[in-house]
């Protein structure tokens, strides 16, 4: 048993009342069966300390590489899911642009056949849109006030090359890309004069124009999109489309017009 002593004079040990609750001891006396226990523990706990630290840092090493690991296969996972994305996309783009060049010679057909129809010669090259009457309407607006205003507007009706058996969205959707085209395209407008369409009502146009005196667009021949109708003419067994804009038409080419100009005899 452990015996709790003070050290003395003449490296003396004398054992100290109290024992371990004492104040007074300052070394602790073992027999070598004791000391030798106290080292096998201690060996113990340093053993149990390293293998604990060595635990500790497998499992960290080994959550690294489980991470590491779902990492790489949730990348792997991703590119192929982006690989699929991109694979369908370009399918898709490869199917669309087949589809509008389908379309593109269906209408580049169709608009053969109606110039033919109408005798518009040359029918390979023409439009197939024709104006058919251009004259000018009062038009009622009210502007900052209900009281009613009238102006002179254009109204223009032109004939399209597009049968009247073919669906209201498909021609509405058709001749807004013909007429109006986005982008640097040009207008077929443009060439009976149109310089602009305004995408809401003239009371709206005239508040921009108040709004933009110098501005060249709302000095120009515009259409009031809110005006623009068509029109399903059985008889004549093509749509029409009338646009109200703001000024008279230029000239018209000869190609926009429904007929020949004959020759002048003599010339």
């Not at 004791?34 to 340093?46: C, F, G, Q, W």
């Not at 003239?202 to 110098?214: D, S």
């Not at 804009?245 to 000869?254: R, S």
Request: aromatic share 8%.
């Amino acid at each position: 048993m452990p015996k709790f002593v003070r050290k003395a004079a003449l490296d003396r040990y004398p054992e100290v009342a109290g024992g371990r609750s004492s104040a007074d001891w300052t070394h602790v006396l073992l027999t070598e069966e004791e000391y030798n226990e106290l080292l096998r523990k201690i060996s113990v706990a340093e053993r149990d300390v390293s293998e604990a630290k060595q635990r500790a840092e497998r499992a960290i090493s080994d959550a690294k590489w489980e991470a590491a690991q779902k990492a790489q296969q949730t990348r792997q996972e991703a590119k192929e899911q982006v690989a699929a994305i991109q694979g369908e996309l370009e399918q898709e783009r490869a199917e669309n642009a087949h589809q509008r060049a389908l379309n593109a010679n269906l209408l580049r057909v169709s608009r053969e056949r109606a110039n033919a129809d109408r005798n518009l010669k040359p029918k390979k090259e023409r439009c197939g849109y024709v104006v058919v009457n251009s004259e000018e309407k009062e038009t009622g607006f009210r502007a900052g006030s209900k009281r009613l205003h009238k102006v002179m507007l254009w109204e223009t009706t032109i004939q399209t090359p597009y049968s009247v058996q073919m669906a209201e969205a498909v021609v509405r959707k058709q001749i807004e890309e013909d007429l109006f085209p986005a982008g640097k395209k040009a207008m077929i407008v443009g060439r009976i004069g149109i310089t602009g369409k305004f995408n809401g009502s003239y009371e709206k146009f005239l508040e921009g124009k108040t709004q933009n005196p110098e501005d060249p667009f709302y000095n120009g021949n515009v259409v009031i999109s809110r005006q623009q109708r068509l029109k399903r003419r059985f008889r004549l067994e093509y749509w029409e489309v009338a646009i109200v804009h703001t000024k008279p038409l230029g000239d018209i080419p000869e190609d926009l017009l429904p007929f020949e100009k004959k020759p002048v005899q003599g010339a």
